[in-house]
Structure formats: C-alpha cells, structure tokens
C-alpha cells in the first residue's frame, strides 16, 4: 500500500522567512512524487515533480529515500505563496495518493 | 488551449438516486483520472480510463463506475447514492498517464440530501 503524509494542516511564516511543508511516505518501491498546489479560487495544479530535479517559482524539493521524505522548501516566502499544498505519490499501481494537504499563509 | 472542463458544476440529488458526471480533457490528453474530495478524507483515487479502458481503479465500492469515449471525454456514475457520497468531483486529464502533469478541471460539487 502506498501512504502519504502531511503532519501540518496549517503554516504560517512571514514574507522573506523560510518555509518547509513536510511530506512523508510509505511506499516499499521507488516511487515518483509530487507537488500539488491549489491557490484561492484556482484549480489544483502541478507544482513540481522530485525526477525533474528543477525549482518552480522558487521551490524545490529532494526526495530523501532513507527517510522517505519529500518536504517542500523555499529561501524566501512571498505572500503569493499562500495556498493549499498536496504532496502526491505514484508507484507501481500508477495511481496518484495524495497527502490530506498544507495550507500555507504567508503573513506581511 | 481549452482547459478541462466538468459538467455540471452543482448538483443535489436524494439518497437512492444516481447521478452521472461529465468531463471534457485538454485536446490530445488520452489519459483522465477521477478524485473524489471531502474534508474528512482529502483526495481520493477513483479510476483512470486511457484509449476507452479502465486502467486502474482506487478502493471505492462498485456503485462507482465510469466509463470514456473514443474522443477521450469521459463519464463517472454513481449509483445507490449515500449520504456519504456528498463531495466534490474532480476530472484530470493528462497526455498519457497519472505520472504525466495533470490538469483539473474545476469540480463538480454532489451534494446528497
């Protein structure tokens, strides 16, 4: 069975500070991840994915197997930031688990 | 290009009804997927069609079924609807396969009085 947890339902942090959403998973094989992110009145879309191995508006994310970690971080938040944040798992089965989500708020 | 598209965007139906759900993918998507989302248990895998085929299926009762067309749209129906069964319905629609980018369509929300 493939897991994919999110432990904190809410964040907050302010503009210019740091921000990390932990996401962790249980899955026995190797597995593809993603990031998800749904701003206000938006629909849910594709942040980023761990084989890109890229930065999107400034996130990035490293799959840590031994772990079984995929946290999603940034250097410096910005108020366009808040929104809803999924972390997602495909593996054998080829279907996407998402985690129960993050909301993030970027206070001013 | 034409984003996903979910028809209709509400709906309210009684316990013991069924109910059919549309979705319009991207064109040249071949793959749609299907979510059911509630506060209580976020995101849920329902099934996936590629090429008309049901590929893979999540851990729903079989009173959910759906089904695709040669031009990729595709349809969810539930029957016997429950209570339980109030949430919103998200389509997403990809180039091949879930692992691909999906694109959600914005929902169609079922609520069962």
Known sequence: AQRVTQPEKLLSVFKGAPVELKCNYSYSGSPELFWYVQYSRQRLQLLLRHISRESIKGFTADLNKGETSFHLKKPFAQEEDSAMYYCALSGSARQLTFGSGTQLTVLP | ?113
């Open chain 2, 1 to 113: 290009k034409a984003g996903v598209t979910q028809t209709p965007r509400y709906l309210i139906k009684t316990r013991g009804q069924q109910v059919t759900l549309s979705c319009s993918p991207i064109s040249g998507h071949r793959s749609v997927s299907w979510y059911q989302q509630t506060p209580g248990q976020g995101l849920q895998f329902l099934f996936e069609y590629f090429s008309e085929t049901q590929r893979n299926k999540g851990n729903f009762p079989g009173r959910f079924s759906g089904r695709q067309f040669s031009n990729s749209r595709s349809e969810m129906n539930v029957s016997t609807l429950e209570l339980g069964d109030s949430a919103l319905y998200l389509c997403a629609s990809s180039l091949q396969a879930v692992t691909d980018t999906q694109y959600f369509g914005p929902g169609t929300r079922l609520t069962v009085l």
